[in-house]
């Protein structure tokens, strides 16, 4: 299977700082799985998923996004991917329409496909009767879907999600994971990063714990719950790999 | 293009979202220009009585009244001399003004018209005696009485630019008084009618402007108050500018913008563009109002006929200094807090430097060095080459590279302060 993210050698560190973020860190996901990541507060996925996103610049090692050299080609790669941060990433006093139509020209959807995209959007999302309110009126469900679709107007191949459903309602909740699975079963891959690990334990095809800047535990999701021939939970591998003390979920 | 399109729709939808900032932007310099412009009109156009000064007479002589007479004649003083039909005294007077009641009381001691003319007589004689042995010596025992000097009192919270301006006129006058005694004392000297002589003065001045092209145009208020309004307006769109970077750094937006195939250039320039956009906007409307409403309302029109386009010149070049200075404080400002009261301050100190407030000229050599490099101070001259000096393009063009240049300066650093400190 191709490769959508390959990482080699990946070091990195804060300016000020004694320690690397990141310490020859290797990685590659596949074109369409849905990879989580996870890891206690300060173990390196922000810093990694930062560098992916073109936020932070890589001091050593390579990244290749969809076979293109992160450090050559960063404007090129900021076409195919999404990112869908943790906090909301859109503007209170605009509409939710006005929102995606900044966003999705901004990621370069064409003119003449925009409104189609954003009224679809909106569509699945469920919120075709708030599409022309402002956000700052929304709940917090609601601005996480809109949230969502800033990132991915403009269908991209790759998408970066931190914390997609923190704080929401089930409602809310469901309308996310349902859409992002439609997404991934035509192609879409999906990098993704959350504390709620019993949502990621049924959503994500491999996953990854990253700890001091290194991943610790890499693999199919389920190869890594079958312990010694028993299914244990993704929670307690979790705890067991970074030590109960410093569990900070 | 598509994409600076939709930044800038954006911003604009931000901003019209903002309908308390907007209004602030438009309406503060509009009243600010009325107000001003009002208050300076009446005091250059006299109108009456508006500085009440107590004067506490003592005399009973010619020359005590030709100064009231005089003071009176003074269309910006309203002149007291009694109060409740009874005439004012010095101790009545230092009272008012310890209360705070009254401003300003002259003392004019008792007898002082025949102290000072008996001076007079005394001095000319003396001169006389001396050239001219057949006149008889001088009494000189008026030198040995005690002085008497008129008084001005002023309450502690008058200003010094009026108490100047009153000790100056009074100064005036005496001087004036004391000519015509000693030709007073000449003529009955010498029985001969001397009036002639200071019927009209000797060195005579006229106030005249130069422009360009040598016509005579004496300034109006407007003239004087509509570039340092305008600017100090258009300085304004700094809190704003400077506020809406902090509140994106500090949204999520900032991120997500980040993320995007979308260069800060680009960014930067959609920004730039709406903002210009509202300084043009102000300069517009202040313009209407000076040129439209003004006359309306009493006061005089500014004339900007043949001069539009060098002030929109000159306003566009100031608009794009501001918003360098806006987009410098925004990228620094960590918080909406350390952006807002900064940005103002910062205008406010720019604007006393460059002499919106108070002329260069008046200022200490090292203020006015200070006022050269200020831009407000730029756009302030260039305002006033077009509109009192009727310069060409030519002619403001080091104002305007100047005010180019600082707008750059701001935008680098601006930059460089970005791409090193403002890292995710």
């Given amino acids: 299977m191709s490769k959508s993210i390959e990482i080699s050698n990946l070091i990195h560190r804060y300016p000020g700082t004694d320690f690397n973020a990141l310490h020859k860190l290797n990685l590659s996901i596949d074109k369409g799985e849905i990879f989580g990541l996870f890891g206690p507060n300060g173990a390196g996925k922000t810093t990694l998923i930062s560098i992916l996103t073109g936020l932070l610049k890589i001091d050593i090692g390579t990244v290749k996004i969809q076979g ?182 | 293009m598509f994409k600076i399109y939709h930044a800038i729709l954006k911003e604009l939808r931000l901003l019209r979202r903002d309908l308390l900032g907007v209004a602030i932007i438009f309406l503060m310099p509009i009243v600010l220009i009325i107000t001003i412009t009002f208050i300076q009109d009446s005091i250059e156009n006299n109108v009456e009585g508006t500085l009440p000064v107590l004067i506490a007479n003592g005399d009973d002589g010619d020359l005590s009244k030709t100064i009231i007479n005089n003071l009176k004649d003074n269309n910006q003083l309203k002149i007291i001399t009694e109060l409740e039909n009874e005439r004012l005294t010095q101790e009545v007077g230092v009272n008012l003004l310890k ?113 360009t092209n040598h016509e005579n145009i004496t300034p109006n208020a407007v003239q004087h108050n509509l570039p340092a309004w305008t600017l100090f307006a258009i300085f304004f769109i700094v809190i704003p500018l400077s506020i809406n970077i902090v509140k994106e750094k500090n949204q999520g937006t900032y991120i997500r913008l980040k993320t995007l195939p979308f260069s800060s250039f680009e960014f930067i320039i959609s920004k730039i563009l709406v903002y210009l956009f509202v300084c043009m906007v102000q300069f517009y409307v202040m313009l209407l109002v000076s040129v439209y409403l003004f006359p309306i309302i009493g006061l005089p ?102 005010l180019f240049a600082f707008f750059l300066l701001n935008m680098t650093i601006a930059l460089i302060y970005e791409k090193k400190f403002n890292q995710i």
Avoid at chain 2, 321 to 328: N, S
């Fill in chain 2, 99 to 211: 209360l705070g009641q009254q401003k300003i009381l002259i003392v004019i001691p008792e007898d002082f018209s025949n102290y000072i003319q008996n001076k007079t007589d005394a001095h000319i004689n003396r001169l006389l005696s001396e050239v001219m042995p057949d006149i008889e010596e001088a009494d000189l025992s008026i030198f040995e009485q005690e002085t008497k000097e008129v008084f001005i009192f002023f309450d502690p919270a008058v200003g010094s630019n009026v108490r100047n301006a009153l000790k100056n006129a009074i100064d005036n006058m005496i001087s004036k008084l004391e000519t015509q005694a000693i030709y007073k004392t000449f003529e009955n000297e010498f029985e001969a009618d001397f009036s002639y002589i200071t019927e009209e003065p000797l060195i005579q001045f006229q106030e005249k402007s130069i422009t």
């Fill in chain 2, 301 to 402: 029109a500014l004339e900007i006929e043949g001069r539009f386009f060098l002030l929109s010149v000159v306003a566009l070049f100031s608009g794009l200094a501001a918003i360098g200075f806006g987009v410098l404080i925004g990228t620094i400002s960590k918080t909406h807090e350390q952006a807002a009261p900064f940005g103002a301050t910062s205008v406010v100190i720019l604007a006393a430097v460059g002499g919106l407030w108070f002329p260069v000229y008046a200022m200490p050599e090292t203020m006015q060095m200070i006022a050269r490099i200020s831009p407000m101070n730029w756009g302030l001259e260039g305002f006033y080459d077009v509109l009192l000096r009727e310069s060409n393009l030519l002619q403001l063009s080091p104002y305007l590279l100047l």
């Fill in chain 1, 68 to 249: 293109m050299d992160l450090r050559i080609e960063t404007e090129k790669i900021k076409t195919v991917i999404g990112v869908v941060p943790q906090e909301y990433a859109i503007y209170p006093k605009l509409t939710a329409r006005e929102n995606l139509q900044f966003f999705g020209s901004m990621y370069g959807v064409p003119r003449k496909d925009l409104n189609r995209k954003i009224d679809s959007g909106i569509a699945k999302m469920g919120l075709t009767k708030f599409a022309n309110n402002r956000i700052e009126t929304f709940s917090g469900g609601m601005k996480r879907r809109i949230n969502l679709l800033a990132g991915i107007l403009h269908e991209p191949n790759l998408i970066f999600l931190d914390e997609p459903t923190v704080g929401v309602d089930v409602h809310s909740k469901r309308f996310i994971i349902d859409f992002l699975k439609k997404m991934n079963e035509k192609g879409t891959t999906i990098v993704y990063s959350s504390h709620i690990l019993h949502e990621a334990q049924e959503f994500c095809s491999r996953v990854a714990i990253i700890d001091n800047g290194e991943i610790q535990i890499e693999g199919n999701t389920q190869d890594v719950l079958l312990d010694n021939g028993e299914f244990r939970t993704l929670e307690e591998i979790f705890i067991e790999t970074i030590g109960a003390d410093r569990v900070h979920v």
